[in-house]
């Protein structure tokens, strides 16, 4: 059993993009760290070459049972919701005007996630926000996190199966030529067929797919990083300028551990982040945080069902997301303006333990996600012990742009799109504890610290200012870069000065 000691330099809570990128950033400077996660660590081929013990199924075949649902919330249940099992892989929080779905392991969403790794919407995305932060200055740690997770749009030549670039090329329909831009995918992609089969949404077994485990906590833990997989971290508490104190539930012992830290990087995931910092202001333990829960966000999130029933089609194999696409101009020939598109086969169906006839039926059907920036106006809010949120889809004029694409394409394919139109759904939920000039409008500086709250730091997607539109993954591990370095370039320059009074 690892020994944890009481005493930490640095606690990270969280394994996910914020939380792995934070950790190692701040290992790579020479820091000392203790990153926390409550979720497992996954038995994965990388990980077991790299002899990490107490490995967890992925959901397959009758683990499928035992490993698919971590927990379910919904607004009727009592308490903390549902809790199915301690190492399932999936967390969902069912709400009325929002659902959530996010994961549980080392490696945080990088595992259920489908690889698509981009930079935001908006070139100038994080200008104007406050003054200290600019898209040309994070511009570097797009490009660092970018080449660490070795992405690469796929090219039409290299012959994966169920490319949109591909599919649509002749098509009357639909399009996806150069005009419409792919996604860059992090993927091994050498034409191998099980590079191109069940490595999606349910885990990428044979490590096909950039894992944050295998890409960088691997090579932190080489350097340094002390990583305490099946700890949950349930309240923290101030103690002023002696740090944090975190009460932690140990899940493989079943015992609880206090443990104490100059300094904290919360990073557990919006929901589960927003949570921690509810549940601990409600019980005294942290004050302040006038803006915690404004700004929050689903990124545009529209998921659909396009049940194509295409004979012979086998929709599952390929890189997790078949591309983008777009509505062809009956005119001219080109793409239409319209939403952020990508279609998705059922990628990982053959590991589920389904009836035949369900299974070989989910291969000729695709799924369609469309995505933009939303107004990330949202609200959540902890009413009994519960977070709740508040969202008008109604707000957010990209999520009827979706419905209406969706729309034209049952039509154009003459095969149903369902949607759930009225039920939004986020993979992308963001904000709540978003970056602020002042602690009126914002829970985080420009240093990802707390307002009002020294030592505290978030470094997940709830920090994030605004939708990227784009998938945000590494629009969240630039951020988490970003206040790993501000940490460390404080600590030299607090080192140097107190080198130089030494001096004197
Ligand atoms: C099906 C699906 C597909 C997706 N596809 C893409 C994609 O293609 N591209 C993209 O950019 N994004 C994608 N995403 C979104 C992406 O996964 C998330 O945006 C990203 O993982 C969020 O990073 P994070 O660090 O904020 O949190 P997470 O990655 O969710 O990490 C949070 C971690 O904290 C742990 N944790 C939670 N509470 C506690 C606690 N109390 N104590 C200790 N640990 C805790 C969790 O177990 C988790 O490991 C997808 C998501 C899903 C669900």
Redesign the pocket.
């Known amino acids: 059993m690892m020994e944890l000691g009481q005493r930490h330099s640095t606690i990270v ?7 792995s990128v934070a950790a190692s950033t701040l290992v790579e400077a020479g820091e000392k760290v203790l990153l ?4 497992p660590w996954r038995d994965t081929a990388p990980m077991r070459k790299a002899g990490v013990e107490h490995r967890a199924s992925l959901p397959k075949g009758l683990r499928a049972l035992t490993h698919l649902l971590y927990r379910i919330r919904l607004p009727g249940l009592p308490g903390d919701g549902m809790r199915f099992a301690q190492r399932g892989l999936f ?1 969902i929080h069912l709400g009325r005007e929002m659902s959530v ?10 595992h ?7 930079r935001p919407q908006d070139a100038q995305y994080w200008d104007g926000h406050v003054e200290a932060i600019s898209s040309t200055a994070m511009e570097a740690h797009y490009d660092w996190i970018l080449n660490r997770m070795g992405a690469a749009v796929p090219s039409i030549d290299s012959k994966i199966p169920n490319s949109t670039s591909a599919d649509y090329r002749n098509s009357p329909d639909f399009i996806a030529d150069e005009s419409v831009p792919q996604p860059a995918i992090s993927m091994r992609m050498d034409g191998k067929i099980e590079s191109y089969r069940n490595n999606s ?1 349910f885990g990428s077994e044979n490590g096909a797919k950039a894992t944050l485990d295998q890409v960088l906590l691997l090579s932190a833990i080489e350097n340094g990083l002390q990583l305490a997989a099946e ?4 309240t923290l508490w101030s103690l002023g300028k002696n740090g944090y104190r975190l009460e932690v539930f140990d899940h493989r012992a079943r015992r609880r551990r206090y443990l104490i830290a100059d300094r904290v990087i919360l ?4 929901l ?1 982040t927003l949570r ?1 910092l509810f549940r601990s202001r409600a019980i005294g333990a942290l004050s302040g945080m006038p803006a915690l829960g404004k700004g929050f966000g689903g990124n545009g999130d529209s998921v659909a069902w396009w049940a194509l029933n295409q004979r012979g089609a086998d929709f599952s194999l390929g890189v ?2 078949h591309g983008r696409f777009a509505l062809r101009d009956r005119d001219s020939g080109g793409a239409l303006p319209g939403p952020n598109i990508t279609r998705y086969g059922f990628n990982g169906v053959d590991t589920l333990p389904l009836p035949k006839w369900l299974n070989a039926r989910l291969k000729r059907d695709a799924i369609l996600v469309g995505m933009g920036a939303d107004r990330a106006d949202g609200v959540a809010r902890w009413r009994r012990g519960k977070l709740q949120i508040r969202y008008i889809k109604e707000n957010s004029s990209v999520l009827a742009d979706i419905q209406e694409f969706f729309v034209e394409a049952a039509r154009r394919s003459g095969k149903p799109v369902r949607s759930l139109r009225d039920f939004p759904l986020t ?2 939920p ?1 904000g709540g504890a978003r970056l602020g000039r002042e602690e009126k409008h914002g829970v985080v500086n420009e240093k990802g610290e707390v307002f009002g709250l020294p030592g505290l730091f978030i ?4 920090a994030l200012p605004a939708a990227p539109g784009a ?4 629009t ?1 591990s630039a951020w ?1 870069r970003h206040v790993a370095k501000a940490i460390t370039e404080n600590h030299n320059h607090s080192q140097q000065e107190r080198d130089s009074a030494q001096a004197v």
């Open positions: 809570i969280g394994s996910g993009f914020g939380g926390i996660e409550r979720g967390d779905v996010c994961s549980n392991g080392v490696g945080g969403g990088s259920v996630y489908s690889a698509m790794n981009l949404f700890h949950e971290c349930l990073a557990a995931g919006t589960n921690l997790p997301s993979v992308h963001l470094a997940d997607a709830s998938p945000p993954s590494m969240i988490a």
